[in-house]
């Protein structure tokens, strides 16, 4: 993990003396070593077109969400204040190792991860840009807790032309703060560099407008939806959509502001996870500065508790002004 000496570093200056070693010494560098071989494997597997899909070439021929969720999985068993995992490939909290290593005993830091190792399962074949979603919790379980108190850190790997990761970290008596990591070096060199110590959105006025509607079919049945994407349209916003929810919120966080909506209709039923997906996004947005809330009851996606696994929602995320507009049209405040 030398590598990664950079990285604790900073966290380590982020955080109050002394607190937490293992969470940057050994958490979030793991997940971040994670995420640099799970790009590594993207790159070597030409049968991505198979992800997603029940159909199989073999045993030992993995489709890659397989292979990200085992990089985790095998990587995570080798740290010891992570007590127990779940994830979108398997959702159910179980603790990350067989057997308690002493290790852990000895720690006071007990950490439960929620993962979503490779999402944007249907737009890897064409080679866009996907990643991996990481929500750190304080404690030996995720469910039925105060997201916003106890989900302390998150984190994103995106896989694109370059390789960077997207760390927040917000643990009670420290500043929050975000900040981005690029990966990899040349000729497959292995470095991790600090890329911005500081993800944070802009204030306006801003030159150009971006928007991100998700679920667009919706539109078509819900009127609001519909009003609010031709307001865009006709404010001359400049759509940056890749259908990706890892890039489409990156997007936001690079160019310091914009709106993402992905709403809930009557025929259009919530698709996001909560613990997946849509809590450790929040916690991201929330760090750079922007809000996240939920499109059918207006409260932060980070309020309310995830009483299950599977449980699911939408999302409204990007700049405040303009997450407040998307609730006055959907009739939310
Ligand atoms: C996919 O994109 C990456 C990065 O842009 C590139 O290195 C790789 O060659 C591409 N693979 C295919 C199969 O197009």
Not at 133 to 155: F, M, N, R, Y
Not at 200 to 210: A, D, G, M, N, Q
Request: hydrophobic share 35%; aromatic share 6%; charged share 20%.
């Amino acid at each position: 993990m030398e590598r990664y000496s950079n990285v604790v570093a900073h966290i380590q200056s982020v955080l109050p003396p002394d607190t937490r070693p293992s969470l940057s010494r050994s958490v979030i560098p793991t997940i971040i070593h994670c995420i640099d071989g799970i790009a590594q494997a993207l790159r070597t597997s030409h049968q991505v077109s198979l992800a997603g899909t029940a159909n199989s070439f073999g045993d030992d021929q993995l489709n890659v969400d397989v292979l990200a969720e085992r990089i985790i999985r095998d990587e995570i068993a080798k740290c010891p204040s992570i007590a127990t995992a779940s994830s979108e490939e398997e959702p159910t909290e179980r603790p990350s190792r067989e057997t308690e290593s002493a290790a852990h005993s000895e720690s006071s830091e007990v950490y439960t991860l929620a993962f979503d190792p490779l999402d944007g399962s249907s737009i890897i074949a064409p080679n866009w840009t996907v990643g991996t979603i990481v929500g750190i919790w304080d404690g030996a379980s995720a469910l039925h807790q105060t997201p916003s108190e106890k989900q302390i850190a998150a984190i994103l790997g995106v896989y694109g032309p370059r390789t960077t990761a997207i760390i927040a970290i917000r643990v009670p008596g420290s500043t929050p703060t975000c900040f981005e990591v690029g990966l990899g070096g040349k000729d497959g060199e292995a470095t991790c560099e600090i890329v911005r110590s500081k993800v944070e959105l802009l204030s306006p006025p801003f030159k150009t407008r971006y928007f991100a509607p998700a679920n667009l079919r919706a539109a078509a049945e819900d009127e609001k939806y519909m009003k609010l994407v031709t307001h865009y349209i006709q404010q001359k916003y400049t759509l940056r959509y890749s259908g990706g929810l890892v890039p489409d919120v990156v997007h936001m966080l690079v160019k310091g502001h914009g709106i993402y909506v992905s709403p809930v209709t009557t025929t259009s039923k919530a698709k996001l996870r909560r613990l997946y997906e849509l809590t450790p996004i929040a916690l991201i947005m929330e760090c750079a500065g922007a809000s996240a809330v939920d499109p059918v009851t207006g409260k932060g996606i980070l309020e309310e508790p995830v009483g299950d696994c599977d449980e699911r929602g939408g999302l409204i995320c990007g700049t405040a002004d303009e997450v407040s507009f998307v609730l006055r049209s959907f009739g939310l405040q």
